[in-house]
């Protein structure tokens, strides 16, 4: 047999279709648990099974779609065995031994903090459970489903992660505003997703093949690996007590050629489809749809759960004034445990511009690990920004990045032996963009040269730990002009060349530049605009600083990047003119 | 006879020694005229002519240092045909046809207005009755000399060059801190000689050679004629009533040596100096050095009569605020004919940072070319900055470019052919940089492409002219972005490519980039920060602006063109930082 791993995104896959629906068309009553037919009715989940494989589904689903300890106490080991077993015994009895057996994850069913009360590591550990009864029974893959908060579908990339090493798959369910019920875009659900390393991800349930149309567009527009699109039979219907599905399997297998042509890998079917519409989709999509494996998208990205940012396109301003450094009031904050204050400034920077938030929480005194989480956590249910965890303590960045629902800025890792030992590890389990100082053992170089070469060791290494390039965004140090005269030079040498020679992304705590300086935002202003022209991708900075503020709108507009400057008109249209400069000598000639 | 253009800077010339001087020891009293003797004394003029030329010397100078009809009303011609007739006598009798005649000019001993009376013109006049004399009477060059008024050397070389179309050498005379009495330095004076097409520059008179060699650096390190060293015989002291020069003529030879490795060109003598000073100098020169041919600069200068201003180390700041466009101020001042308001104008623009201020005086119901003659006269008597003339009327350019003291800018010529036939003779006539305008016939190209062709095309009739590419500054033409949101970019593309393809310099006038948008000084600002950073060698702008000198600033001290940051400091270190921004809101979480 060969591995699933080894022929996903090389040729057409073929998922099964609607369990629960096929059961309740066995004779499913309406409170009972399908799961529990594992046991009771074994033969029919067998049969079901067997149809699938018969109709020439590569990819059979265990009947464990809500099978966790909440609804089962004691039983989930058993009854996921059983579930594996029965899809291996109709493996068997239809001589399909080439087909695998996907272990089904469905929800909780229960509502994360800060929505509902399940605890995040809770929701991990209830998935882990079930997953590691499910590998040990001898699935071939976990397909994690119908998932409709990014949250939920993190803890169960997690806990499949942790706890298999079988490839995990995973389908979301998005609503008529092409979003999760959490927010989520089929972007940041991508983007966070293939960050915590899965196989696959796609789209299933909610709609007919048709109505999901925009959102496989989406999927294939943005993902580097293979889509799956399990849709149902149509739209749902009422019909005398019995929800009836409009789409019967001709329009459907139809409507699944047009799907295939956007660029998929697999299909198959949700609630309301049966054997014959799997069967009949793959007869027309095998004959009609030259297979066309995903393209990778090199995209630099980082998201919330629900907002995207992209490095490139535009630079981005990331609000650094959560960041004790310098900031008596904050260090206040953090040590009164002032959440409020701190939530304030992320409020304030997102109202001023940010796109991204710096969160640098790290003083002497305090516990920076369980901190982490507290902010990371707290900024997450009051802002949608993206985050940028800061801090030099491996084990507080991971504590942000396993908590953080989406996929974050990691500020930062540098080109020491020791901390790339420590931080790559962390973007390759939980993904992010990696922010890497072009420093090492031997210091800060003075040189672009020496800068450079950091850099590229930085990518080297990443690429040891299978980070791709555009997870790293390379920081070419600003040192202030006030001391070494040449420093503003090599810092924008470093990042132009990190634009041109290392098609990479760059970016600068831009503040630093102009330290000893009188009226610092100046300097730091004007330094942003060099920095920008030359191709910096991310800002460290104030956004609350009007003088900051200025040199971005002025930049967006003179570069293009504000349509018909109406960014700019917004911000200055209402200011008055400064009133005209009065010379100081009156001159009598 | 081989012409004196064809050896000149190839080969080593010596001119005579000391004229006046001789005479003296010849017995001319203190009070007689020395150019009488052309007429009372001839055979001690031609003997001393002989006697130059058995030392060696190529060129001997007429004795009409100080023959001019202020001092010789209606002899001019005769005493001047007197004094070329006596030097051709003795190259007859020596035998040297090879030697060359020059028409020996000196000062009219009158100054100039605004520090004399006399006028521009008044001098030009009195200096061309001799020289058309001279070359009548059929000298071989004329040798100005002995000029320590630059404006005096402007009026007398074009005397010359529009009167005759002999070799023009000149040399002037320096004080113990390098100047001429009004102000030139050796780099002024010969940018501006150069502008006006002389055939070689130099030093006469005033120190003996030693003391000369701070002054003979710089020629030779800024000069691309040949340079002309033509000291006393040491330092003048007055020994029983006569004056005696403290050199010999051995130390005066061995020191000469050490001048000709500077890298000069021509050498000889000036006050004290005999023929057997040259003799003996000739000899050493000839058997210790190897001659070396100047080495052309391609310097892109402007300058007034005392103050350079060098095109591209660092931007140059054009103050834009004595041009009536938009300014209903200024426009009444030109009609109440209030210059004291346009030189106030120009004055606080100088306080306030301006390198270069912009004269245009355009209105349609004055007459320009009469206003242009007296705004660039007014304006030189109370500042030192060099000055851009700026007017689309030829006449009204060549009336300031031949009244200016300097080698000025001139705003400008475009693609056009009328255009370039018109003003590119001015510029080659008078000498200027020329501001040359991205724009022909078919308009404004909307690319860098078509920009960049213009550009081309206008350095290459320059070429035709005879006018250096330095002497060349593209304006690659702001435009407003609130109507093409491409047109910055367009715009930095040009200057970028005159740069790095034309290896030329660029202009714009800045503040065009914003028009039609709120705060137009922050647009401006950043702007021009974004143009300097692509290459921009000139800036037209406001400087009394805060903005934009923010924009200067910063620039200059992050991109190490503010040694220690010091003006930057000096300008800001006594603001205050502006408070803290408050946001808006107060945030309740
Ligand atoms: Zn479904
Ligand atoms: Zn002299
Ligand atoms: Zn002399």
Known sequence: MKSLRSR????????????GTSLQALGLAGGELPERWNQTHPDRIRALHEDYLKAGCDIINTNTFGLNTLKFPGEVESLTAAAVHLAQEAKERTGREDAYIALDIGPTGKLLKPMGDLD??????????????????????????????????????????ENCSLPVLITNIYNENGKLMTGGTPETVVAMLEGLGVDAVGVNCGFGPQEMIPIVKRLTACASV??????????PKQIKGRTVYDLGAEDFAQTMVDIAKLGVQVVGGCC?????????ARELVLKHVPFRPIEPKHRAV???????????????????????????RLKQALREHDLNYILQQGLAQEEAGADVLDVNIGLPELDEPAMMAEVTTALQSVTTLPLQLDSSDPEALERGMRLYNGKPMINSVNGKAESMAAVFPLIKKYGGVCVGLALDENGIPDSADGRIAIAKKIYAKAAEY??????????????????????????LETIRRVRD????????????????LPQRQIINAHFLTLAMQDGLSCAIMNPNNAEMMKSVRAYMALMDLDENCLQYIQAYSEQETAP?????????L
Chains 1, 2 share one sequence.
Not at 8 to 19: A, N, Q
Not at 272 to 280: A, F, L, N, V, W
Not at 311 to 324: T, V
Not at 580 to 588: H, I, M, S
């Open 580 to 588: 005209p400069v009065q010379t100081k000598t009156a001159y009598t």
């Open 226 to 235: 293979p889509v799956i699109v399990n849709p149902n039979a149509g739209l």
């Open 501 to 516: 020679e290392l098609q990479g992304h760059s970016i600068l705590g831009v503040s630093n530049i102009s330290f000893g």
């Open 272 to 280: 309301g489809t049966t054997p014959d519409y799997i069967k009949r």
């Open 120 to 161: 995040f590591e809770e929701a991990v550990a209830l998935f882990a459970e079930t997953i590691r009864a499910g590998a040990q029974a001898g699935a071939d893959l976990v397909l994690i489903e119908t998932m409709s908060d990014s949250y939920e579908s993190k803890a169960a990339v997690l806990a499949a992660k």
């Open 8 to 19: 996903l995104g090389k040729e057409w896959l073929f998922c099964d279709g609607g369990t």
């Open 466 to 491: 299978g980070i791709a390039p555009e997870d790293i965004v390379i920081d070419g140090l600003a040192m202030t002009v006030s001391s070494d005269s040449r420093s503003a030079l090599i810092t």
């Open 302 to 328: 980082i998201c919330s759960g629900s907002q995207l940012a992209e490095i490139g396109p535009k630079p981005l301003l990331i609000g650094e004034r959560i960041n004790p450094t310098g900031k008596k």
